[in-house]
């Protein structure tokens, strides 16, 4: 589909009329799949179900049923309405777009367009802009829903690139802060937990003989024993942390690797830049 002027498209992805004649069998038919297709949240298809089965040929008791489930149906069709722009506000002219895989016919420009509820992914391209995709989560009779997506040209990578630099920066004060912050909790547990290890280990050390200690002396035993445990974990922990914020330090922002995608949440989902 062509997105012209200011992009508003729409109208469903809507069926044939129903035949003037309907066979029972066909009726039938329409009145079970129509009701399976609701259930499983197809409600385009359901809505053509129910048109076939409505009909007066169909008999009272399934068209009267017909027409109750067409009404309720219709009035839950959800619709969107989509909308590319460029990084200056301006509406885009001849931008190719497909809906789940599926091209947006020519018929529905200008027009809302209904839609099953549920997730919906578009492609929006064009071959002088970036590609850009999003994902959209739709309710059942919501209506109107705003798809806007702002294109960049291929050339213009000025927000890619800044929102490139911006993650590097992320991570390098991660690394840098993070690292420095485990580094010193590591040495003051370490330093604290090993005092205390000794010193526990100096109030039992006179009780034993060769190697060799009383009942008595267990616990303060095994407490020493976990403080130096603790104790050593700790300094290891730091010892890892201070490497990490040294190379952080180092670790010049430019040297950190690029990504070919950038995402953002817009505010109708999440959506994905970048040279496809």
């Known amino acids: 589909m062509r997105l012209t002027g200011a992009l508003v498209l729409s109208a469903g992805l809507a069926a044939s009329s129903p035949a003037h004649a309907t066979a029972p069998a066909t009726c039938t038919d329409a009145h079970v799949q129509g009701q399976s297709d609701r259930r499983d949240s197809k409600l385009l298809s359901a809505r053509n179900q129910f048109r076939v089965c409505a009909q007066d040929a169909c008999g009272p008791l399934v068209a009267s049923d017909c027409a109750r489930w067409l009404d309720e149906v219709q009035a839950s069709i959800p619709s ?26 020519e018929s529905t420009d200008g027009k809302s367009l209904e839609v099953d509820p549920g997730l919906h992914h578009f492609l929006f391209e064009r071959p002088d802009l970036q590609s850009v995709r999003v994902t959209v989560l739709v309710a059942a009779g919501e209506q109107g829903k705003r798809v806007v997506v702002t294109m960049r040209t291929v050339g213009d990578r000025a927000g890619f690139d800044a929102s490139v630099d911006a993650r590097r920066r992320t991570v ?6 993070g690292g420095f912050g485990l580094g010193a909790v590591g040495v003051v547990v370490g330093t604290v937990t090993g005092v205390l290890a000794l010193s526990t280990a100096a109030k ?13 002396t267990a616990s303060d035993l ?18 890892l942390g201070v490497v990490a914020g040294l190379v952080g330090v180092e670790l010049r922002p430019s040297k950190l690797p690029d990504v070919g995608v950038a995402l953002w949440l817009a505010p109708q989902g999440l959506a994905a830049g970048g040279t496809f």
Do not use: H, Q, W
Request: net charge neutral; with cysteine; glycine share 4%.
């Open 80 to 105: 969107v309405v989509v909308i590319a722009k460029d990084v200056s506000e301006t509406n885009l002219l001849d931008v190719d777009v497909s809906m789940d895989g599926r091209p947006l016919p």
């Open 172 to 177: 390098r004060r991660g690394m840098l802060y």
């Open 204 to 216: 039992v050390t006179p009780k034993c003989r060769t190697d060799i200690c009383p009942p008595s």
């Open 222 to 239: 095994d407490t020493a024993k976990a403080l130096a445990v603790t104790s050593n974990v700790a300094f290891a922990l730091g010892a």
